[in-house]
């Protein structure tokens, strides 16, 4: 019997889509169907229809800017993965709502699981658990959850945030049947045979240092880099004039730098002004350094294939990934790195490792 298997729906009628899905993984018995929607279906209506497919099963989601699995990868779709109930020991799934008033809404989910555990977070040894974070992509809730994540457990925490193809309307999230927003979800795992996270990205590090100098943290917004106006400092960096930028920036991060194969990607916005916007937070005082892009389907397949023998992929993919990958013609090469094993995985508006970082891949892989 297959432990993991995937699916995936061009259909539009979402009553359609679903009951393919069904049709695909009826040879399955899962503890849990993970699923990426387009926010291009009736997305509260795909939700219930999901969970009734899938009775007695945990279904759990979110919208995307874009789907995948293994040799698919495209918008307005819905993927699924079927997870067989030898693959889990433990699996508990938490909902925190109303994540940007409720500052406490992390404490109350660990204490569920510790209940449920009969260990505290603290204890839990992070080589065995694992857990998945899919957060509100228009939140900006991001850094907050994943510190609090971080300074509460060591068990590692790997995910992504939902999108609405560059909408930024409104993201959901879905579990059993319901659905979220301004909510993030937690899911506590203990894989069967083992996992690896992974973090790739693809980019060339730079000499160029841009430091911060005057951030508003509220609004990701950078005023000042090296005591110059943050555009004008940009520009600077790129040896390109100020008019140009606007054009180039998205294809020119900058990077919290540990060393050359361990780096966390801040992605420019747009520009406000003289100031620049970033899709996460750029702390003041801390140096960044100008990145330059390599290819992606190279890179990411490089970084996957040192991972060894597989069972399954969740992929966390950052949305500037997929529209440099749609706009390279590369959609198809990407989702082929993954031929060989079950892969699941959506176009993110943030990834989350060890914090909140922007034009990343990162990958929950099991054993």
Request: net charge negative; aromatic share 10%.
């Amino acid at each position: 019997m297959n432990v993991f298997k995937i699916a995936h729906s061009e259909l539009t009628n979402s009553t359609e889509a679903v009951k393919s899905l069904k049709e695909q993984l009826a040879d399955i018995d899962a503890v849990m169907i993970l699923y990426f929607v387009s926010p291009s279906y009736p997305v509260e209506k795909i939700c219930r229809e999901m969970a009734d497919a899938f009775a007695g099963v945990h279904t759990v989601g979110c919208t995307t800017a874009g789907e995948m699995i293994s040799n698919y990868m495209g918008l307005n779709s819905i993927v699924a993965m079927a997870w067989g109930k030898s693959t889990l020991k433990y699996l508990q799934i938490e909902v925190l709502e109303d994540i940007k008033n409720d500052k406490v809404a992390v404490d109350k989910a660990f204490q569920s699981f510790e209940k449920s555990l009969g260990k505290t977070m603290k204890s839990l040894e992070p080589e065995k658990y694992v857990g998945m974070v899919i957060i509100d992509g228009l939140s900006g809730c991001e850094e907050r959850l994943n510190d609090q994540l971080g300074n509460l457990t060591n068990v590692p925490f790997i995910g992504g945030s939902a999108g609405d193809n560059f909408l930024f309307q409104d993201t959901w999230l879905f579990v059993n049947g319901k659905a979220y927003t301004n909510a993030a979800l937690l899911l506590l795992m203990e894989p069967t045979n083992g996992f690896i996270t992974l973090k790739t990205q693809s980019f060339t590090i730079t000499d160029k240092k841009l430091i911060p100098t005057k951030v508003v943290e509220s609004r990701r917004l950078v005023i000042e880099f090296n005591g110059k106006p943050a555009s004008e400092a940009y520009a600077e960096a790129l040896g390109i004039t100020i008019d140009e930028l606007s054009e180039t920036l998205g294809e020119y991060p900058v990077g919290l730098i540990f060393d050359e194969n361990n780096y966390f990607v801040r992605s420019p916005k747009q520009i406000e002004g003289t100031s620049v916007s970033f899709y996460c937070l750029a702390k003041e005082g801390l140096e960044l350094r100008l990145l330059k892009p390599k290819d992606i389907v190279a890179t990411t397949a490089a970084d996957l294939q040192k991972c060894g023998k597989l069972q399954a992929v969740v992929d966390f993919n950052c949305a500037q990934r997929f529209t440099e990958l749609m706009r390279n013609n590369q959609l198809k090469e990407y989702s082929k790195i993954f031929a060989e094993v079950p892969a699941i995985g959506f176009a993110t508006y943030g990834e989350s490792y060890i914090g909140h970082i922007n034009q990343t891949s990162t990958m929950l892989l099991i054993k």
